[in-house]
């Protein structure tokens, strides 16, 4: 009973480091002198130890893992990376978007669009960048926990800064009402589609370089239906200098699973140029097969 006790006070005191307490230091470092703190505690091999190895041991099988120790490494600092920004989008302006963000983005996104994008690198400036052009986001994403650790109180904090900082509301997939008053109203839908297979839950299964992509297929089936412009992106990151890449284009094609193939192949080209950015690695078999 002990034993439970400190093993649990240990993980907690761990999930606050790791997902609370270093991101924050990007609030009071300057992002250059952050981001070299990030790779010098990524070091530590007791961070994140609780999936980092699972990943790059996932990833090994897929043949993208060339140095195992700087692997880890990499996936820990974009871990660091995508936390930070939860708290830079609280505390930063428009100024810091146009010096640390890269995009080939244009003026069709300042209008409804259905954006897909992988569960890749680090993306909350994507929403900052549609508010900073009057749009109004919404974002599909699976219930939170309800349980207190370092993890779930980013997550809310997450979901309070888009509200607040990126005119983004998050609405839960199943919640079908709320989708279509966002749709009638001209909103935008943002949703990430690479995820592990579910029962009672249709998907494309698109083969790749790497295999089958498990690909989410009703909102693609949606903006079909409802004839919306599709942008897929991609939303990377150089982690040796912290600048986001945000590589995005709009879909010429009309039919759902064109839409679905070039998402899923824009993803795994993604992968194989940078694996250690993929946060999917932990539910590979079921997202990757």
């Known amino acids: 009973m002990m034993f439970s006790f400190w093993r649990r006070l240990i993980q907690e005191i761990r999930g606050f480091v790791e997902h609370l307490l270093i991101p924050s230091l990007a609030v009071i470092l300057p992002w250059r002198w952050c981001v070299f703190v990030f790779h010098q505690l990524a070091k530590w091999s ?43 989008c609280l505390t930063r302006g428009q100024r810091y ?20 994008f992988p569960h890749y690198g680090a993306g909350i400036w994507l929403y900052r960048y549609l508010a ?7 974002l ?7 349980k ?3 993890y779930n109180i980013l997550c809310r904090l997450r979901i309070w800064a888009l509200a607040h900082r990126a005119n983004t509301t998050v609405i839960y997939p199943s919640d079908m009402l709320t989708i279509r008053r966002a749709l009638r109203a001209g909103e935008t839908l943002l949703v990430a589609p690479d995820v592990p297979e579910t ?11 790497l295999g089958k992509l498990n690909v989410m297929s009703g909102f693609f089936k949606l903006a079909e239906r409802r004839q919306l412009p599709v942008f897929s992106v991609v939303l990377g990151c150089d982690i040796r200098t912290g600048l986001r890449e945000f590589d995005g284009a709009f879909l010429i094609a009309t039919s759902a699973t064109e839409n679905a193939t070039y998402f899923a192949r824009q993803t795994v080209a993604a992968i194989l140029h940078r694996s250690y950015l993929w946060h999917m690695w932990v539910a590979r078999p079921q997202v990757l097969f």
């Not at 041991?57 to 820990?76: F, I, M, N, P, T």
């Not at 900073?132 to 919404?138: D, E, F, L, M, T």
């Not at 599909?140 to 309800?146: A, D, M, R, T």
Request: charged share 25%.
């Open 46 to 88: 007791w961070l994140y130890h609780d999936y980092v190895p699972t990943m790059s041991e996932q990833a090994a099988q897929s043949g993208l893992v060339d140095d195992e120790k700087r692997w880890q490494q990499y996936c820990k600092v974009i871990r660091m990376i995508d936390a930070a920004d939860v708290f830079l």
């Open 97 to 116: 978007l146009t010096r640390y963000v890269q995009h080939n983005f244009d003026e069709r996104l300042s209008k409804q669009a259905m954006i897909f």
């Open 148 to 150: 207190f650790s370092g």
């Open 199 to 209: 029962a009672g839950v249709g998907a494309f299964k698109i083969e790749t370089e």
């Open 140 to 146: 599909l994403v699976n219930p939170i926990e309800k």
């Open 132 to 138: 900073a052009k009057g749009v109004k986001s919404n």
